[in-house]
């Protein structure tokens, strides 16, 4: 009796522990990240009675998790990128819309710019012209101050939600820490039965973790994980937790960065490192599209501005004085890093903004010689110094020690500094300075065209320069132009062949003859006083709009805006593609997941019938082998 009895308890008090879990399952199908768990029951040892085996009745073996490795590492995986896809694409969207909105790029102010100096070309004399123009220029430069402005302002949006990720990242790995901690207790103390629950709280924790960044988690002892992120830098081992830390940048002390410390106490980089997730996708927007969208947008301020000013200065304004500059002149910047040790310095010259690259430089001394790397290419040289590339001049100066670094950014500030030079409209240099015509008493048909000045050092003249033609002016037979008010001559020219036309340089200015010149014939080159009416200068401004003047003569300036624009959008496109993709795919592995751990309300409640129905014969057991008990009772006492 007493065994009947047993055999009813064992198997009451074993669905009674099924009925539980079924329960616990119930209760938490809503609960994130949280694996269906399973009773498995065992058969307890059984008794040797009368020559055979009797069975002793059942035990609960184990509390199973329903749990796969692979599918739990294939969401988080799954997470981590497609976080950082949507991470960039919206951040990317947003500059995407600013740069290529009518109302807020660049495109239509610049269009609205050479369209004025155009006006200014019809009306060279006209006042009203010239003060729309230089309305229009600092329109121009309004624009280039609020895209510049929008830039920095995302930027330090940026920083601020690179320092929450980086706290969460933080508070998430002490967590983790935590729980392993009391994951490896309770092995301990359940002599290796795992914590089903604490297991599911830290895989969602981890799962949280690589929202933010991607991990990489390694099996440890006593049932804890190890968390690596970047290239294997720890983020928890065992119990505890190394965090990540952010601070500025040695170069630049208006950048942030993410790293660690390192053991002389300074904060060592990352962020080449980090990938994947919230932090990963912010870090990669600022590096891929942020940063290169603000060296390019100077580097369009740049090359407009040396590029207007250097034509201007090739004309003559209202008050018959050559061109001063149109735009403020704007120069490259460099920094030092604040570990630097030795007296050196660097600095750096603009010297063809037309070779500008939108690139930064780092400069480094390593102890024998200076090295020069592109930090968009990685393209290095080594010397001395100076160093000579990409349309700059980089000097070096002092006593380095190895280790000395700086960071040179020809363009990155230039479009906050762009701004206009010239108030007065009569200022504006619409005029050439020099003026050619032909001497009325000349036999012959030949004519002058131009000039077109290219320097302004010879400027202006010291007296007419004239040509006269001379059969022989090269010798016997060899014909051409005598020049006289400047040196340079004589010039070779054959009306038999030539009369076509053929150009000349003299001095800092071009100009071409045709026509076939009699002998004695004139031409002359003067300066060009009084000419109010003169448009030629502001036409080769106006020019400018469509002329490869940036690049390395390779786009102009509306194009290289368009570029950068474009690029953005590539950028944006392929991101917005990444998330979706990895947004489907998210959904594939978390379903797979989950029709192994998720629970099932229909399947739980059948559980429940099918234990409901045991509990009550095991009960019904106990209460026969109490009926049996009373009657052996009663039958004694008799």
Known sequence: MPDLLNLGSSALLSLQRAIATTGHNISNVNTEGYSRQRVNFATQPPQFSGGSYVGNGVAVDSVERFYDQYLTSEVRERTSSQSRFQTFYDLSSRLDGLLADPATGLGSTLESFFGALQDVANSPASLPERQVLLGEARVLADRFHYLDSNFRNLGAELDGRIEASVGEINALAENIARLNQEVSQAFAVAQGQPPNDLLDQRDQLVRELAERIDVTVVDASGGAVNVMIGNGQPLVVGATSQPLRTGPSATDSTRLIVGADSP????????????????????????????????????????????????????????????????????????????????????????????????????????????????????????????????????????????????????????????????????????????????????GSASIAGPTVNSSAGLPLAG????????????????????????????????????????????????????????????????????????????????????????????????????????????????????????????????SRESLSGVNLDEEAANLIRYQQAYQAAAQMIAVADQLFQTLLTATRR
């Open 464 to 591: 007419p320069v004239t040509l006269t033609f001379n059969p022989n002016a090269l010798g016997a037979g060899q014909p051409g132009f005598d020049v006289s008010g400047i040196a340079g001559g004589p010039l070779a020219y054959n009306p038999a062949s030539e009369s076509g036309g053929k150009s000349f340089t003299l001095g800092g200015f071009d100009f071409s003859v045709s026509g076939a010149p009699q002998a004695g014939d004139a031409l002359s080159i003067v300066n060009n006083t009084g000419g109010s009416g003169d448009n030629r200068n502001a036409l080769a401004l106006a020019s400018l709009q469509t002329s490869n003047t940036l690049y390395g003569g390779t786009a102009s300036f509306q194009a290289a805006y368009s570029g950068m624009v474009a690029d953005i959008a590539v950028q944006t496109r392929q991101a917005e593609t990444g998330s979706r993709t990895e947004g489907v795919l998210l959904e594939q592995a978390v379903a």
């Open 264 to 443: 002389g106490g300074t904060l060592t980089s990352l962020e080449r490192f980090l990938n994947g997730g919230e932090l990963g996708g912010l870090l990669d927007f600022r590096e891929q599209v942020l940063d290169p969208a603000m060296n390019q947008l100077g580097l369009v301020a740049t090359g407009i501005t040396a590029v207007v000013n250097d034509q201007h200065s090739l004309g003559m304004d209202l008050n018959g004085q050559p061109g001063g500059d149109f735009f403020r002149p704007l120069s490259a910047a460099s920094s030092a890093q604040a570990s630097n040790s030795g007296a050196s310095s660097v600095s750096a010259v603009i010297g063809d903004a037309r070779a500008l690259t939108g690139a930064d430089y780092r400069v480094q001394f390593d102890g024998a010689q200076w090295t020069l790397t592109n930090l968009s290419t990685g393209a290095a040289q080594s010397g001395a110094g100076p160093f000579n590339v990409d349309g700059l001049e980089i000097s070096v100066a002092g006593a380095p020690v190895a280790g000395d670094t700086f960071i040179v950014q020809p363009t990155a500030r230039n479009a906050a500094l762009f701004e206009l030079a010239l108030s007065d409209p009569r200022g504006i240099a619409a005029a050439a300075p020099l003026r050619a015509g032909s001497d009325a008493a000349n036999a």
